[in-house]
């Protein structure tokens, strides 16, 4: 069972800048075979919860969301077994609950995530991002 732990949430006035991190715990990293691909969501109050950029622990480019593209980069950090976003120029249009996502991938091959939040088995809590002018 993998667990997932958002931190780094807060309040930012508008042009700031954020990392969210997310602890991934319950599984083993890629050089031991497990293969997963993950994700940060972001899901404003009364919209639906989407992709915002993805990588695969196996290799290859990470991929972002149009929208967010150029404000936002996807990190992973493999010996702390942590997953980052860092989000940069920040608008009040950002306000949103951030959530860090996770589903395995059975295959070695690389390609692109799913960007299909039904596709992704685990999630964490979310954490809040308040943008204000």
């Not at 807060?10 to 050089?31: E, F, I, K, P, R």
């Not at 639906?48 to 149009?66: K, L």
């Not at 929208?67 to 306000?95: C, F, W």
């Not at 692109?112 to 809590?125: D, E, F, L, N």
Request: glycine share 10%; proline share 3%.
């Amino acid at each position: 069972q993998v667990q997932l732990v958002e931190s780094g949430g807060g309040s930012v006035q508008v042009g700031g800048s954020l990392t969210l991190a997310c602890a991934v715990s319950g599984h083993s990293d890629s050089d031991t075979g497990d293969r997963y691909c993950m994700a940060w969501f972001r899901q404003a109050p009364g919209e639906e919860r989407d992709v915002i950029a993805s990588i695969f622990n196996g290799g290859g480019n990470p991929d972002y969301a149009t929208t967010m593209r150029g404000r936002v980069t996807i990190s992973q950090d493999h010996a702390k077994k942590t997953l980052y976003l860092q989000m940069v120029n920040l608008k009040p249009e950002h306000t949103a609950m951030y959530y860090c996502a996770a589903y395995q991938r059975f295959s070695s091959d690389i390609y692109p995530c799913s960007a299909v939040r039904s596709t992704y088995k685990y999630w964490g809590q979310g954490t809040q991002v308040t943008v204000s002018s």
